[in-house]
Nanobody
Framework: QVQLVESGGGLVQPGGSLRLSCAASGTIFSINVMGWHRQAPGKERELVAF???????HYADSVRGRFTISRDNAKNTVYLQMNSLKPEDTAVYYC???????????????WGQGTQVTVSS
């Protein structure tokens, strides 16, 4: 089984910064895409950013230029550096990873439990 554990959420003032981390553990042969999504109250979960094994990154328009995604393949960990935070960034942030448990199995998508980010003065 694969587990994703997030950390780094919290309360921050507008204009502030936070860094989220998400570590994958368990039976892992390889990890393809790792990413971050978020869900605000009353809204659907939306993609924030993702990064491939080779380092190709994609960002939602709403965070491009303010957020930076990165990963440490040796540690099976993905990070999200969030700068210039706005109240509309308030949400529960979830990481995900497409993981191959064995070399001969297909990749499956796993989710973390979520971490709350609140941007408020």
């Amino acid at each position: 089984q694969v587990q994703l554990v997030e950390s780094g959420g919290g309360l921050v003032q507008p204009g502030g910064s936070l860094r989220l981390s998400c570590a994958a553990s368990g039976t892992i042969f390889s990890i393809n895409v790792m990413g971050w999504h978020r869900q605000a109250p009353g809204k659907e979960r939306e993609l924030v950013a993702f990064i491939t094994t080779s380092g190709i990154m994609h960002y939602a328009d709403s965070v491009r230029g303010r957020f930076t995604i990165s990963r440490d393949n040796a540690k099976n960990t993905v990070y999200l550096q969030m700068n210039s935070l706005k109240p509309e960034d308030t949400a529960v942030y979830y990481c995900n990873a497409v993981v191959k448990v064995f070399s001969y199995t297909a990749g499956n998508n796993y989710w973390g439990q979520g971490t709350q980010v609140t941007v408020s003065s």
